[in-house]
């Protein structure tokens, strides 16, 4: 299974924490879509990234893609992706992949994976900035999943081992880029989750470490030494420590405190208690974070 429907099948489990609120999630998805069919950033602005979590964000809530406003020529309009960086070009994948392949013709598909190959490393990963030689952990987990909605594995998948080797941290973690003291939760959480697809066991050392993580009162810092902790630690930690299946019973209460704390009564969630802007993107980690909180 992808990355992109092992998310979306535990997401669908998220209303049955929210009850009746399902509906003020919905609601404020869809105040967030344009007339394009896509959904807006955080500028007001049509954008691949925020359509990823405004399409599964409504597949999450159970809403057919039929029932959707259709997005398919808007995403014509990408065409092949010659225009997008390499973020972008994983973002129309998986939005194609949101919606169906059929109606993005076999010649465009493999142009655009072609294109996300320009970015991989002499070390077998990937990396976000073109011309790098080493790869970095988000990169990596971008590839892979682009690659899997386009219906295949990137070529040589193996040569990623020797990029996630890298990247590791000397506190037995991973972090984002190389030669880092110090690990990262999402970039751990994304190569812990990435071993699992390459049928690696991920070393016990870093399943530890990503469980630290946590605070007492609920949800994951992003880095030890962070300030607070956030919902996409959150939510990215969970999956992957459930990919595993760690058990992380003690933390679900107060995870599930924390993801309420960052709810918004017009159906967002709030990425952390500082941030005061509502956005597609965060409200999918609360419906992921709150899926993974239900079991």
Same mark, same amino acid.
């Not at 790869?135 to 899997?148: E, I, P, R, T, V």
């Given at each position: 299974?992808?990355?992109?429907?092992?998310?979306?099948?535990?997401?669908?489990?998220?209303?049955?924490?929210?009850?009746?609120?399902?509906?003020?999630?919905?609601?404020?998805?869809?105040?967030?879509?344009?007339?394009?069919?896509?959904?807006?950033?955080?500028?007001?602005?049509?954008?691949?990234?925020?359509?990823?979590?405004?399409?599964?964000?409504?597949?999450?809530?159970?809403?057919?893609?039929?029932?959707?406003?259709?997005?398919?020529?808007?995403?014509?309009?990408?065409?092949?992706?010659?225009?997008?960086?390499?973020?972008?070009?994983?973002?129309?994948?998986? =939005?194609?992949? *949101?919606? !169906?392949?059929?109606? %993005? /013709?076999? +010649?465009?598909?493999?142009? &655009?994976?072609?294109?996300?190959?320009?970015?991989?490393?002499?070390?077998?990963?990937?990396?976000?900035?073109?011309?790098?030689?080493?790869?970095?952990?988000?990169?990596?987990?971008?590839?892979?999943?682009?690659?899997?909605?386009?219906?295949?594995?990137?070529?040589?998948?193996?040569?990623?081992?020797?990029?996630?080797?890298?990247?590791?941290?000397?506190?037995?973690?991973?972090?984002?880029?190389?030669?880092?003291?110090?690990?990262?939760?999402?970039?751990?959480?994304?190569?812990?989750?990435?071993?699992?697809?390459?049928?690696?066991?991920?070393?016990?050392?870093?399943?530890?470490?990503?469980?630290?993580? =946590?605070?007492? *009162?609920? !949800?994951?810092?992003? %880095? /030890?030494? +962070?300030?607070?902790?956030? &919902?996409?630690?959150?939510?990215?930690?969970?999956?992957?420590?459930?990919?595993?299946?760690?058990?992380?019973?003690?933390?679900?209460?107060?995870?599930?405190?924390?993801?309420?704390?960052?709810?918004?009564?017009?159906?967002?969630?709030?990425?952390?208690?500082?941030?005061?802007?509502?956005?597609?993107?965060?409200?999918?980690?609360?419906?992921?974070?709150?899926?993974?909180?239900?079991?």
């Amino acid at each position: 299974m992808s990355f992109r429907l092992e998310m979306l099948q535990v997401a669908r489990l998220a209303p049955k924490l929210l009850g009746e609120s399902a509906a003020l999630v919905e609601a404020f998805l869809r105040s967030r879509m344009a007339l394009d069919g896509a959904f807006l950033d955080r500028n007001d602005k049509s954008d691949l990234y925020y359509t990823v979590f405004g399409l599964e964000g409504l597949q999450a809530l159970l809403i057919d893609p039929s029932k959707q406003s259709d997005v398919r020529p808007w995403l014509k309009g990408f065409g092949d992706g010659a225009q997008l960086d390499f973020v972008h070009l994983c973002c129309l994948a998986r =939005c194609w992949a *949101n919606v !169906g392949l059929d109606d %993005f /013709p076999m +010649a465009s598909r493999e142009a &655009l994976a072609a294109r996300i190959e320009t970015f991989r490393c002499s070390d077998g990963g990937y990396h976000q900035a073109p011309g790098r030689s080493k790869g970095s952990a988000y990169g990596c987990l971008l590839a892979w999943g682009a690659y899997q909605d386009l219906g295949g594995l990137p070529p040589e998948p193996w040569r990623m081992a020797e990029c996630m080797g890298g990247l590791r941290t000397p506190d037995g973690a991973w972090s984002n880029e190389p030669n880092v003291p110090i690990g990262s939760t999402t970039a751990t959480a994304a190569m812990v989750a990435l071993h699992r697809h390459l049928d690696i066991p991920p070393p016990a050392e870093a399943v530890y470490w990503l469980m630290r993580q =946590c605070l007492p *009162n609920g !949800g994951f810092l992003a %880095f /030890p030494v +962070a300030p607070l902790p956030d &919902l996409l630690s959150t939510a990215v930690a969970l999956h992957a420590l459930d990919a595993v299946q760690a058990d992380f019973s003690r933390l679900k209460e107060p995870c599930l405190d924390f993801v309420d704390s960052l709810w918004d009564a017009t159906g967002g969630f709030h990425g952390n208690w500082t941030d005061d802007t509502l956005d597609c993107e965060y409200t999918y980690y609360g419906l992921l974070a709150l899926g993974h909180l239900s079991l």
